[in-house]
C-alpha cells in the first residue's frame, strides 16, 4: 500500500518534470506567462485609475494575477490533453499501469507552479508601472490562501481535463470558457455588480474563492481569510472526487468509441 | 498457459456524414476473428491497410474495447483485467507519433519508466541497456526531434520494453523506413524474439513476416483468412510460375483479358513511379508468355521476366485484387 503510495508520487513527480522540461522549450507558454499579466494588469489598473478609483489598484493586481494563473491552468488541463492527442501520445498514457490523473495531477501542479511567476509579474507591473502601494494586511494568510488557490484551480482543471479527453475541440473550448469565468470570479469585475442569478455559479468556482480569500488577506475585503481557506480545501475535495468519478467513465468511453487517436 | 487467445473477436466503428442532416454508418473493422499464441512464439499479422490489424492490436493492448467476443492476454481479460495486464506487455505503433520530441530520446524512455513504476535501481541499469539495444546510445541525450525517422521507431521499441514485458506487440514497426533503417530494426525483433520475448507483429510487408515469424495469419476486411507457417502459405503457390511484365500504359480492360486466360490464376498489378508492373500468377506460366503479350497489346511492355513463386505472391493470391502494392 505505501509502496503504491510512494510509486504514484513518483509518477506525480516525473510528470511535474516532464512538463516543466517541455513548457520551458515551449515560447508560446513562456510568452503567455511573461507577456499577459502585464497586458492585463496594465488595462484593469488603468481602467480603475480612469474610472476615479486609484485605491482599487491592488484589487486590480491581485485579479489580474488570478487571471495569469487561470490560463496556466487552463493550458494545462486542455492544451496538454489536447497536445498529448496530437502527438500520439494520450493512447501511450492511458495503456500505462498508472491511472491517467496521477499523470495530469504532476502535469498540473507544474504549471501551477509555474504560473505563481504571472502573480510576480502583476504585482512587479502594479509597483514599478503605477507605483501603487502595494501592501498586504495578513502577508503570512496571503501566501497560504495562494497555495490553497492553486491546489483548487487545479483540481477544477481535472475536471475540465476529464472532458478535454472526450473532446478534439479542447483549444476552442478553453478560448469560449476564459472570458466568462474571470467575470463570474470577479478576476475583472467586483462580485457586486454581478445579477444575484449568476452568484451561485460564482460560488462553485475556485477562483473566486482564491481571488476572495486573497483580497481578505490583502485587507481589501472585510472577513476572516482562515475561513475562505477552508472552503477552498473542500471545494479542492469536491473537485478531486468529481474528477475521479469522471475519469473513469472518460476512460472507458474513450477505449468504447476508439477516439484516443482522432483530433 | 497460452500467450494470447482471441474467440470471435468482432470490432466495428460508427462514423457520421454531414453537419444538419447527420447520417450514420457503420463499418467493421474485425469480423469474428479467432486465434492463439503460444508463449515465445513470434506471430504474424498480415494484410492490406485497413484490413482491422491496428485495431486488432489496440484491443490487446487495451485501448481500445472489443464490439463483440474476448480476448485475454497471458491469462487476463483485456477488457476486465486491463489494469492487471498493462504492466506485463509493452506496446509499439508504427510512425513517429507518440513520442515527446521536444525531449531527449533518454528522458523519453525515463519517464515512462516512471509511468511503468519500474524501480529506480533497476531502470538506472535498464534504460542504457534498451539504448545499447536499439542503438541509440551515442544520441541519447539529443532532443527526439532531430532523430532520424528510424532512430524514432526504434527509440519505440526501447519505450516499449521498459518494463520487460511478456508479451509484445508491435504494429507495423518499420513503416516508412529505409531498407537499411527497417533491415536494423528487423535484427532488433529477431534479438527480442531469441530473447524468448512473445512477440505479436503487424506487417503489410511479406518479407518482413517471412523472415521474422514462426506463424502468421493473414487477415482482410476484418476476417483472417489464412493462418499458418510462412512456409505452408507459400506451399499456397508452389506449383505456379510469375510472370513479372513492366509496362508503361496498360488499360483495365487488357488486365481483365489477362484475368479472363484460362491459365492465369491471379494478376497483381503494381504502381511503380512511373511504370506499371503486371504480376501475372499461372502454372506453367512461361509457356504461355507470348499470350501474355499479345492481350496486353498497346501496353507499351518495357520489360518481361519470369520468377519462381515468394510469400507475397501467396499473399496476392489470398487477397486478390484486395492486395496492396508492396
Known amino acids: ?56 489598484g491592488l484589487y486590480a493586481v491581485i485579479g489580474a494575477g488570478m487571471v495569469g494563473i487561470w490560463n496556466a491552468n487552463l493550458w494545462t488541463s486542455g492544451r496538454i490533453v489536447e497536445g498529448e492527442r496530437r502527438g500520439g501520445t494520450l493512447s501511450a498514457l492511458i ?4 491511472p491517467f490523473p496521477v499523470v495530469l495531477v504532476g502535469k498540473s501542479l507544474s504549471n501551477a507552479v509555474v504560473s505563481l511567476i504571472s502573480m510576480a509579474m502583476t504585482f512587479a507591473t502594479g509597483l514599478i508601472v503605477f507605483r501603487l502601494p502595494l501592501d498586504i494586511e495578513n502577508p503570512f494568510a496571503f501566501i497560504i490562501s495562494l497555495l490553497l488557490t492553486l491546489v483548487a484551480m487545479t483540481s477544477l482543471g481535472l475536471v475540465l481535463g476529464s472532458f478535454f479527453v472526450l473532446t478534439r ?33 460564482s460560488a462553485a468556482l475556485a477562483p473566486m474563492w482564491g481571488n476572495l480569500a486573497l483580497g481578505v488577506a490583502a485587507g481589501l475585503v472585510a472577513g476572516n481569510p482562515w475561513l475562505i481557506d477552508l472552503y477552498l480545501i473542500g471545494l479542492s475535495l469536491i473537485y478531486l472526487l468529481i474528477a475521479r468519478a469522471l475519469f473513469t467513465q472518460v476512460e472507458y468511453r474513450v477505449r468504447r468509441d476508439g477516439s484516443l487517436e482522432t483530433f | 498457459m497460452t500467450a494470447i487467445v482471441i474467440e470471435n473477436l468482432g470490432r466495428s466503428f ?30 504474424g499479422l498480415l ?34 483485467d486491463a489494469k492487471q495486464l498493462r504492466p506485463r506487455i509493452g506496446m509499439v505503433y508504427g510512425g513517429e507519433r507518440g513520442l515527446y520530441w521536444r525531449l531527449s530520446g533518454r528522458d523519453n524512455i525515463q519517464y515512462f519508466a516512471d509511468l511503468y513504476l519500474v524501480p529506480p535501481e533497476v531502470s538506472r541499469k535498464r534504460i542504457p541497456e534498451l539504448l545499447e539495444l536499439v542503438g541509440l546510445k551515442d544520441r541519447a541525450e539529443e532532443r527526439v526531434e532531430g532523430y532520424s525517422r528510424g532512430m524514432k521507431q526504434r527509440l519505440h521499441i526501447a519505450r516499449g520494453l521498459i518494463n520487460d514485458p511478456d508479451v509484445l506487440f508491435l504494429d507495423e514497426p518499420t513503416i516508412g523506413l529505409d531498407p537499411i533503417a527497417a533491415r536494423e530494426l528487423r535484427t532488433v525483433i529477431a534479438d527480442l524474439h531469441n530473447a524468448g520475448k512473445t512477440i505479436f507483429l503487424t506487417s503489410h510487408y511479406m518479407y518482413e513476416v517471412d523472415a521474422l515469424c514462426q506463424r502468421v495469419a493473414v487477415v482482410n476486411k476484418g476476417q483472417i483468412v489464412m493462418m499458418d507457417t510462412p512456409a505452408a502459405l507459400k506451399q499456397l503457390v508452389a506449383n505456379l510460375e510469375v510472370v513479372e511484365v513492366e509496362c508503361l500504359s496498360v488499360s483495365s480492360e487488357a488486365i481483365n483479358r489477362l484475368r479472363d486466360h484460362p491459365r492465369v490464376e491471379a494478376v497483381h498489378v503494381d504502381n511503380r513511379d512511373q511504370v506499371q508492373v503486371l504480376q501475372i500468377q499461372a502454372p506453367g506460366g512461361v509457356k504461355y508468355v507470348p499470350e501474355f503479350l499479345h492481350l496486353l497489346d498497346g501496353a507499351n511492355i518495357q520489360k518481361v521476366v519470369t520468377r519462381q513463386p515468394t510469400l507475397e505472391d501467396a499473399y496476392v493470391k489470398l487477397l486478390g485484387k484486395d492486395a496492396i502494392s508492396v
Open chain 1, 1 to 56: 500500500m505505501i509502496s503504491h503510495f510512494l510509486g504514484l508520487l513518483r509518477v506525480v513527480a516525473a510528470s511535474f518534470n516532464m512538463q516543466a522540461k517541455e513548457r520551458a522549450t515551449n515560447q508560446l507558454f513562456v510568452g503567455t506567462l511573461l507577456i499577459l499579466p502585464v497586458i492585463f494588469t496594465i488595462l484593469s489598473v488603468s481602467t480603475y485609475i480612469y474610472g476615479g478609483k486609484a485605491d482599487f
Open chain 1, 95 to 98: 495503456a500505462a499501469p498508472t
Open chain 1, 169 to 201: 475541440n479542447a483549444g476552442a473550448f478553453i478560448e469560449v470558457a476564459n472570458y466568462p469565468i474571470f467575470i463570474l470570479s470577479g478576476l475583472m469585475f467586483p462580485l457586486t455588480i454581478l445579477p444575484f442569478w449568476l452568484k451561485p455559479l
Open chain 2, 14 to 43: 460508427v462514423t457520421t456524414t454531414g453537419t444538419i442532416r447527420r447520417t450514420q454508418k457503420t463499418v467493421t473493422a474485425l469480423d469474428n476473428v479467432s486465434l492463439t499464441v503460444e508463449p515465445g512464439e513470434l506471430f
Open chain 2, 47 to 80: 494484410g492490406p491497410n485497413g484490413a482491422g490489424k491496428t485495431t486488432l492490436t489496440r484491443i490487446l493492448s487495451t485501448v481500445l474495447l472489443p464490439s463483440s467476443g474476448r480476448a485475454e492476454v497471458l491469462g487476463l481479460d483485456v477488457v476486465r
